[in-house]
């Protein structure tokens, strides 16, 4: 076992049946035979004019095939008990901690012009991303700021600079 030199180990397979077909017994083809009947015999309902044709598990909204009408009514509830708990989550996450807040569309000339002037920046310097280090922490610290006053002015708090 590993500290000594060792032999590999052969085991020699003997195939008593050199055939190059596959062998298929009766009862095999029996049972493929009745799968295949049991599958043409369900039933797919045909959709009205106003309904989709739909896959045989769709629970998103509600259509299943036969047996599965009560998988279907759970799966309905349980997603619209799932959105009902979304919503709710929601409300309460907006409450405590305010609404979102979008300021890049109030300063999205201010980026856009940062944005190229770092681009241009990388272009101008292939291969030399540290030469661009000033113009990247100035887009950072736009944006940092930016960020920083949406927060603050949306819990109405202001800074000693803006008193």
Not at 1 to 14: F, K, L, V
Not at 114 to 125: F, Q, S
Not at 130 to 133: E, F, I, Y
């Given at each position: ?14 195939n ?11 009862s ?17 309902p ?13 629970c998103t ?18 997603n ?30 201010n980026?856009?012009k ?12 292939p291969?030399?991303p540290?030469?661009?280090?000033d ?13 920083f006053?949406a ?13």
């Open positions: 076992m590993g500290a000594r030199n060792s032999t590999p180990q052969t085991a020699h397979i003997i008593p049946v050199r055939a190059s077909a596959i062998h298929v017994t009766p095999v083809i029996s049972r493929l035979e009745s799968a295949k009947q049991q599958i043409s015999e369900v039933a797919v045909t959709p009205t004019k106003d309904e989709q044709i739909h896959c045989a598990r769709c909204c509600g259509y299943f095939k036969g047996k599965d009408k009560e998988a279907s009514l759970l799966a309905m509830k349980s619209e008990l799932q959105e009902a708990q979304y919503v709710k989550t929601l409300e309460k996450l907006e409450a405590m901690l305010g609404k979102p807040v979008r300021f890049a569309e109030v300063h999205n000339k980026l856009k940062l944005e190229h002037k770092l681009i241009k920046c990388y272009a101008d310097n291969r030399k540290l030469h661009c280090s113009a990247a922490k100035e887009y950072h610290n736009f944006v940092f700021k930016q960020q006053d927060i603050l002015s949306a819990k109405n708090i202001t800074t000693q600079n803006k008193q």
